[in-house]
Structures are given as structure tokens and as C-alpha cells.
Nanobody, 129 residues
Framework: QVQLVESGGGLVQAGGSLSLSCADS????????MGWFRQAPGKEREFVAG???????YYSDSVKGRFTISRDNAKKTVSLQMNSLKPEDTAVYYC???????????????????????WGQGTQVTVSS
């Protein structure tokens, strides 16, 4: 059973914007942190952004100031608004849900892929130069 479903990927020119969304079909959403990771061909999966249950947000240095993560607990969705996209942002983007966590969580926890127990199927983002 697919629990996390991403949408919103696509092809965009450098400097453009895309918005990704991830819908959770389970009640675990409100008890967990959510995060976005990405994986480019030949590279390891890397942290992009994370949001705690208290809606505190964290970003990788490479996307800080350009990407914004948000969550809607009523709709059980997490979104990633990506602006000023660069060719190096090209990757498959995955959303993930952690196990049940405390209301507050540090960046070290959210940026660690091993903190996540459920992943979406991924959505391709391609930025042309």
C-alpha cells in the first residue's frame, strides 16, 4: 500500500519555479516529521528540507533561501516550493515520513535519511540550462 504520493515534478528552465506536494494517506502524518530528499544519477540520496511537528523548518545549504517547505496537518500534505532553480537541482525528489517523534526535533534528526521509515515513489525534477 502506497502511503506517500508525490506530485508536481517536471521540466523547467533555470531560474524558474516548481512546487512539489506529498500526500499522506495515513494518520501517522500528524505524529511525525516530514522531509524532502533528492537523488541525482550516480549520487547518494541527499537531504533537501525537513519540517518538524512544530513546523520548524530546516534546509540544506544548497537550497536555503530558494526552497520553502511547509505542511498542512488538516490535509496531511507537505509541500516544497522551489524557486530560482538551477541545473544542479535536477534529481528525483522523494518525500519521507519519520517514525513518531516529539513535537520538536533538531536538524540532525531531520537531515538523516535513517530517521525516515516511509518514502514516496519519487518525482522527477529536471532543470535545463
Amino acid at each position: 500500500q502506497v502511503q506517500l504520493v508525490e506530485s508536481g515534478g517536471g521540466l523547467v528552465q533555470a531560474g524558474g519555479s516548481l512546487s512539489l506536494s506529498c500526500a499522506d494517506s495515513t494518520r501517522a502524518f500528524n505524529d511525525a516529521c516530514m522531509g524532502w530528499f533528492r537523488q541525482a544519477p550516480g549520487k547518494e540520496r541527499e537531504f533537501v528540507a525537513g519540517i518538524s511537528r512544530s513546523s520548524e523548518t530546516y534546509y540544506s545549504d544548497s537550497v536555503k533561501g530558494r526552497f520553502t517547505i511547509s505542511r498542512d496537518n488538516a490535509k496531511k500534505t507537505v509541500s516544497l516550493q522551489m524557486n530560482s532553480l538551477k541545473p544542479e537541482d535536477t534529481a528525483v525528489y522523494y518525500c519521507g515520513r519519520t517514525r513518531r517523534t516529539a513535537f520538536f526535533a533538531p536538524k540532525e534528526y531531520l537531515s538523516n535519511p535513517e530517521s525516515y521509515v516511509t518514502w514516496g515513489q519519487g518525482t522527477q525534477v529536471t532543470v535545463s540550462s
